[in-house]
């Protein structure tokens, strides 16, 4: 079946530190990979997404690059703000519209 | 502008009352999606709809009952044989195809008192 996994949080960063939050996946065929952001209180947003082999997602400074060969979805952002200070979610879609949620990483970042 | 509406955005309720939680959709989306999220947790499927009068259990179904009598609205009840029922409930949609993601309400947080 379907899995993703993210490294467990909190990650906590100083203001203008590099941001990386690593997801993989294990999926059959050629998923389509989505990175979700939750402010607190709030439903998710979605950050990003790629939907083939080598795609880059990017939106509001963040990045990540759909790897096949490693199975991978690791999002990043060269210089992180307070207000980045979320849940993370990453995700991924197969045969059929359900999407399968890795467990969520909490960065908070402090001034 | 398009989106997912979900009401009340608070809402209490008292042990053995059941109470139901409202999600409206007007983006033409197909399915339709119910997810718990508990305090620091991931999301846990409760219950969707591919289409209109249809529907499945998701992981955590018991306790919660839903209907789809039309395409714009899910509703999820959650009833008394639901035991700890104080979460964070959101409703998401989606179109046909698997690229677009999922697009979600902004929750109801439900508590008993």
């Known amino acids: 079946g379907n899995s993703v996994t993210q490294m467990e949080g909190p990650v906590t960063l100083s203001e203008e530190a590099f941001l990386t939050i690593n997801c993989t996946y294990t999926a059959t065929g050629y998923p389509s990979l989505f990175w979700y952001v939750q402010y607190p209180g709030e439903g998710l947003q979605l950050l990003l997404k790629a939907t083939k082999a080598d795609d880059k997602g990017s939106n509001k400074g963040f990045e990540a690059t759909y790897r096949k060969e490693t199975t991978s979805f690791h999002l990043e952002k060269g210089s992180v703000q307070v207000s980045d200070s979320a849940v993370y979610f990453c995700?991924?879609?197969?045969?059929?519209?359900?999407?399968?949620f890795g467990g969520g990483t909490r960065l908070m970042v402090k001034p | 502008d398009g989106g997912i509406t979900q009401s009340p955005k608070y809402l209490f309720r008292k042990e053995g009352q059941n109470v139901t939680l409202s999600c409206e959709q007007n983006l033409n989306h197909d399915a339709m999606y119910w997810y718990r999220q508990d305090p620091g947790q991931g999301l846990r499927l409760i219950y969707y709809?591919?289409?209109?009068?249809?529907?499945q259990k998701g992981d955590i179904a018991e306790g919660y009952s839903v209907s789809r009598e039309k395409k714009e609205s899910f509703p999820l009840t959650v009833t008394s044989a639901q035991k700890n029922p104080t979460a964070f409930y959101l409703c998401a949609s989606i179109p046909h195809g698997r690229d677009y993601g999922y697009t979600f309400g902004s929750g109801t947080r439900l508590t008993v008192v």
């Open positions: 995700a991924l879609s197969n045969a059929g519209n359900m999407l399968t």
């Open positions: 709809s591919q289409i209109v009068n249809d529907f």
